[in-house]
């Protein structure tokens, strides 16, 4: 099955920094990839994905990329801000589309200082 | 969290206890899904339904089993609890998208 590692485990930068975080993933198969943030207390929530035949995505101060030869991905978070501070996510599966099975990174905990 | 409940949001019992947690959807989602969250290890599949009394395991399924009688309600079972599933148990849906759409949690402790 698919195996996910992500790093680092934690992760402290300073209020309008950049946090970078990386997933490496086995499964060749695997064409789907979203990242979850979970503040405390609450769910995981979606901020964003990418499919394999797309190499970067963007959505404001947030940015995937995805390079498929070498099996990683990685999410980019620019001028960070204390809300941003949360545990995050990333995550891979073999199907783009509803009912897809997730396999799911150990987390990263990212922490702002303002 | 919005159109997902789960029920309790918090318990503690003793091992050897049966314990049944619940997931309630308003979305009528067909997909629904039961994960675990532990430190360092994300989160894992423990079961998941694809309609109404169609459930499958995930990874982590044995100790658990899962019932669907309405497309609204997901169950998640422990048969007889053990200490080594004390943990955060989310449930989560998907609709027409891959993206999953999770509940609040159920934080579970097991004496």
């Known amino acids: 099955g698919e195996n996910v590692e992500q790093h680092p485990s934690t992760l402290s930068v300073q209020e309008g920094d950049s946090a970078v975080i990386k997933c490496t993933y086995s499964d060749s198969a695997s064409n789907y990839f979203p990242w979850y943030k979970q503040e405390l207390g609450k769910g995981p929530q979606l901020i964003i994905d990418?499919?394999?035949?797309?190499g970067e995505k963007k959505d404001q101060r947030i940015a995937v990329t995805l390079n498929k030869t070498a099996k990683h991905f990685s999410l980019h978070i620019t001028e960070t801000q204390p809300e941003d501070s949360a545990v995050y996510f990333c995550a891979a599966s073999n199907r783009d589309n509803a009912g897809n099975m997730l396999t799911f990174g150990g987390g990263t905990r990212l922490m702002v200082k303002p | 969290d919005a159109g997902i409940t789960q029920s309790p949001r918090h318990k503690v019992t003793e091992t050897g206890t049966p314990v049944t947690l619940r997931c309630h959807q308003t979305?009528?989602?067909?997909?629904m899904y039961w994960y675990r969250q532990d430190p360092g290890h994300g989160l894992r599949l423990i079961h998941y339904s694809y309609g109404v009394k169609d459930t499958d395991k995930g990874e982590v399924s044995d100790g658990y089993s899962v019932s669907r009688s309405k497309t609204e309600d997901f169950l998640l079972t422990l048969e007889s609890a053990t200490s080594s599933q004390t943990s955060v148990y989310f449930c989560?849906?998907?609709?027409?998208?891959?993206?999953?759409?999770f509940g609040p949690g159920t934080r579970l402790t097991v004496l």
């Open positions: 990418i499919r394999s035949n797309v």
């Open positions: 979305e009528n989602h067909r997909y």
């Open positions: 989560a849906i998907s609709g027409t998208g891959p993206g999953l759409i």
